[in-house]
T-cell receptor, first 114, second 113 residues
Framework: DTEVTQTPKHLVMGMTNKKSLKCEQH?????MYWYKQKAKKPPELMFV???????INESVPSRFSPECPNSSLLNLHLHALQPEDSALYLC?????????????FGPGTRLTVT | DQQVKQNSPSLSVQEGRISILNCDYT??????FLWYKKYPAEGPTFLIS?????DKNEDGRFTVFLNKSAKHLSLHIVPSQPGDSAVYFC????????????FGSGTKLNVKP
């Protein structure tokens, strides 16, 4: 199984809503990532979890709150977002050993903030 | 400061011909380079990679070349197929912080039938 799954596929939320994005992988990867991607731009790293601990936070606003309940699951909790937060949110995973660097991406959640 | 650059936003190639996508970088500490392919409304898909100790890696129709002295890598697709039409991102990583990818801005490849 080389798949990273993400739910929901699409999400529309108001600026006062609270919602969560979910990501799951069963490849035994111990690093998991959240990226944000705007149209015609490369993916932009937000957070990295390594062995279920937050290892990188790229100065992301606190209205985005990541959570890694176990080695297979990654959540991104959203609260009081702004319209400029509308984007494709990608989850990825990778082996944590440095011998291989490939990250495997999920299909993304298309988020629209109204 | 963009450490990885793809200077061609788009490329159009006839089916059956070679597609060459280019990528330049500035950080000599990069140890590993990767190419990803992305279709609209999908996540990027890993295509091929190369270690900095090599100058070529081949996988089927895809070959990546690395010129360390020029800090330049290229992806060759031969023969190009219409299904190859997508946005291609190159990425670079150091072994000291291998969780952090530095992505180029992408090149949109259009393979015409």
């Amino acid at each position: 199984d080389t798949e990273v799954t993400q739910t929901p596929k699409h999400l529309v939320m108001g600026m006062t809503n609270k919602k969560s994005l979910k990501c799951e992988q069963h490849m035994g990867h111990r690093a998991m990532y959240w990226y944000k991607q705007k149209a015609k731009k490369p993916p932009e790293l937000m957070f990295v979890y390594s062995y279920e601990k937050l290892s990188i936070n790229e100065s992301v606003p606190s209205r985005f709150s990541p959570e890694c309940p176990n080695s297979s699951l990654l959540n991104l909790h959203l609260h009081a977002l702004q319209p400029e937060d509308s984007a494709l949110y990608l989850c990825a995973s990778s082996q944590e050993e440095a011998r291989t660097y490939e990250q495997y991406f999920g299909p993304g959640t298309r988020l629209t903030v109204t | 400061d963009q450490q990885v650059k793809q200077n061609s936003p788009s490329l159009s190639v006839q089916e059956g011909r070679i597609s060459i996508l280019n990528c330049d970088y500035t950080n000599s500490m990069f140890d590993y380079f990767l190419w990803y392919k992305k279709y609209p409304a999908e996540g990027p898909t890993f295509l091929i990679s190369i270690s900095s100790i090599k100058d070529k890696n081949e996988d089927g129709r895809f070959t990546v070349f690395l010129n360390k002295s020029a800090k330049h890598l290229s992806l060759h697709i031969v023969p190009s197929q219409p299904g190859d039409s997508a946005v291609y991102f190159c990425a670079a990583v150091t072994k000291y912080n291998f969780n952090k990818f530095y992505f180029g801005s992408g090149t949109k490849l259009n393979v015409k039938p």
